[in-house]
């Protein structure tokens, strides 16, 4: 059972391009977390998902973050037009349905130049 | 709404005890979880108190106390290793997201 699998490990985009980030999320989880972090701060939690639902996006800034988790596929964290400040860490985590712990991807972590 | 507040360092001599605090408040609660993250690395789940009282896996412990919202992290004959970030975590039951504390950074020194 592979765990949670995240590409791309790192990524590049210039300012105004969009960034896609995937997470595939372990067999049998039904439940995908994405959170957010920057050098020496905490996990900010953006955004959770349920399949093609999302449950819960208060973390999600209101313009160019969307985020998906369709019926086949995995899980999309979209970004649109990045900025500077998108630069960060990106977490997917996944578990199975009222779980102790929910476990982790490798990250993704974004550079926008 | 959740929130997690933790002591954002701790320095602690390897071979000593340490203990990391958490206190919460939440608006709906299932339990304590602990993750360690590396620099450069991901979180990792190391424990998980349902009940009040003291978890012990080898030489990590946690503990809740839920009439206190409050909980720790007890790391005994610390390591170099052990050195890294150390995240509490509560999961809502309502909608079951996970919402993290704020972190504490932990230096084990020689």
């Not at chain 2, 997690?4 to 709906?28: D, F, H, K, W």
């Not at chain 2, 610390?78 to 509560?90: G, N, W």
Request: charged share 20%; hydrophobic share 35%.
């Amino acid at each position: 059972n592979a765990g949670v699998m995240q590409n791309p490990r790192h990524l590049v985009r210039r300012r105004g391009q969009e960034a896609r980030l995937r997470c595939s999320p372990m067999k049998g989880h039904s439940h995908v977390y994405w959170y957010r972090q920057l050098p020496e701060e905490g996990l900010k939690f953006m955004v959770y998902l349920q399949k093609e639902n999302i449950i819960d996006e208060s973390g999600m800034p209101k313009e160019r973050f969307s985020a998906e988790f369709p019926k086949e596929g995995p899980s999309i964290l979209r970004i649109q037009q990045v900025v500077r400040g998108d630069s960060a860490a990106y977490f997917c985590a996944s578990s199975p349905i009222e779980a102790e712990g929910a476990f982790f991807g490798q990250g993704t972590r974004l550079t926008v130049v | 709404g959740q929130s997690l507040e933790q002591p954002s360092e701790v320095t602690a001599v390897e071979g000593a005890i340490v203990q990391i605090n958490c206190t919460y408040q939440t608006s709906g609660f299932y339990g304590l979880s602990w993750y360690q993250q590396h620099d450069g690395g991901a979180p990792t789940f190391l424990s998980y108190n349902g009940l009040d009282g003291l978890e012990e896996t080898g030489r990590f412990s946690s503990f809740l106390s839920r009439s206190d919202s409050y909980g720790y992290l007890l790391l005994q004959e610390l390591q170099m290793k052990d050195s890294a970030s150390y995240f509490c975590a509560v999961r809502d039951p309502a909608n079951q997201k996970v919402t993290f504390g704020t972190g504490t950074k932990l230096q084990v020194i020689p």
